[in-house]
């Protein structure tokens, strides 16, 4: 089936398969088929226009700030603002009061949806009463591709804070891009865990809703606990995406000892994101799910479905993204934007194109025109392609490391020390040094029951690596910090704690 939205599938599988669940939450076993959510949607849309949201941009604007809360209150209004012809702006979802009256005047908005009300003048809808089965006899006014569909807070490509606008073509686009690329189909029920004001959540749910599968949420976080186990099993979940720290806390928790909370995997399909996915990370998982089709993801906020690979194809390649998606296309350039080859040793700067790229940054033309130049994306992630069109990534523009005369990519480190069976988790930063300018300085999470021993880490990495590129510290750290409710590890932080 075509559509021009998401807004339009939802609506044609309301009708077809109204019965279908399509929503499902882990932690609370709360449902909702096709038809309610379709139903629900229109009723808080009704509330919406009554209250002034509209397509033109009256005294009220039409964009709406929701602080996330539940997955199925925030889908309805999520759905609803769409079907008003407002623009779906979330955001944390503790987000302190002071803090959402700063992002109610960053988008110029007096309408907010929370679970509590605010010092603000705005005018106010109770999250937790979104839900209603009144029915409604208006007339459906469906969005059109152009229009936007959501505004996205985030640092992303860039490092800096700002509101990626996103159409509901863009929307559309970045949902087929992954159905075709990461085998997505009706029949799958698909679960995921990240924090419902991210990217991931749209365009994951609206994945499933484009194609009328069933998606589950869990909101317990990156611990891949026995409740989330039991709600994916009992739910029949066949595919789930895993951020790359969730997958890191999995493999952590079955290498305990005396663990039986995880039995073997039932999945048939896998989707990795949200970083870059270490050798031996993809060789556990392997071992741990033998017959799931194993997919991985690069993407980001701006743009997604840059590349993907199947990571069993081949071999493990280090640092390998896959190849560019369908309908993607890809470039290296250098320090004045000029397209140039690329190899290991010559690496560039990435720059991308496909329909789902964003509308630009919220009310910053300037770094919209810094990044975006004819639907070209540039991304800060530095890399090269090989002769057969698989793409490499070495870390960001500002990530790599000057030390006296060298350039070090913090990933070359940070993939041998990973490979130690007492590193969790592992991140590599430049620091200071007054003869060689910067040198590397690594942080490890270890697992679970496992002693931290600097120079035991140390002389593992000095046997598999160049002298010059070694860390001169190694420091433990009980659990990285985060970017808000990201799963990003919040690299200024770690380098505050030097």
Known sequence: MQFETIIHALAYWADKTPDKVCLIEAETGRKATYSELWRWSCAF??????????????????????RVGSLLETVVAQVGICLTGGVFCPVERYMKGPKLFEMLKYYDSRVYVSAERIASDGIW???????????????????????????????????KAKGVMLTHHSLLSACKIWIHSFQIDCTDVISYVMPLDRVGHIRWTSSGLLIG??????????????????????????????????????????KKPRTTEIPNFVLT????????????????????????????????????????????????????????????????????????????????????????VMAGYWKN??????????????????????????????GRQDDVIQSGGFKIA?????????????????????????????????????NPHVKFNAKDIYNYISERIETYKLPRTVHEVDEFPRIGSSSKIDKEELTRCV
């Not at 919406?48 to 604007?61: E, I, P, S, Y």
């Open 213 to 254: 599968a069933t998606v589950m949420h869990y909101a317990g976080g990156l611990i891949f606990s026995k409740d989330y186990y039991n709600a994916i099993r009992e739910n029949h979940v066949n595919y789930v995406f895993f951020l790359v720290p969730e997958l890191n806390m999995l493999l952590a928790n079955i």
């Open 410 to 446: 913090p990933y070359e480190i940070e993939e041998i020390a990973i490979q130690n069976d007492g590193v969790a988790e592992c991140v590599c930063i430049g620091v200071p040094d007054k003869t060689l300018g910067e040198v590397p300085k690594l942080f490890v999470q270890m």
């Open 45 to 66: 849309s009704q509330k919406l226009k009554d209250a002034g949201v509209r397509r033109d941009f009256d005294q009220f604007g039409s964009r709406v700030v929701v």
């Open 125 to 159: 809808f109770d999250l937790n009463c979104v839900i209603d089965n009144t029915d409604v006899n208006f007339d459906i006014i469906f969005p059109c591709s152009n229009e936007l569909c959501a505004i996205i807070f985030t640092t992303g490509t860039t490092g």
């Open 269 to 356: 399909k896998i989707l990795l994101g949200g970083g870059a996915v270490h050798t031996r990370a993809k060789k556990e998982l392997v071992q741990l799910a033998p017959k799931a089709r194993i997919f991985s993801h690069y993407g980001a906020t701006e743009i997604t479905g840059i590349c993907g690979r199947n990571i069993l194809e081949k071999t493990m390649l280090p640092n390998c993204v896959g190849q560019p998606c369908v309908g993607t296309e890809i470039k290296f350039v250098d320090t004045q934007g000029n397209s140039v080859p690329t190899s290991e040793t010559a690496k560039g700067t990435l720059v991308c194109k496909n329909e789902s």
């Open 365 to 394: 033309q300037t770094l919209t025109q810094q990044y975006m130049q004819d639907g070209w994306m540039q991304m800060t992630d530095i890399g090269w392609r090989d002769e057969n069109g698989y793409v490499y990534l070495a």
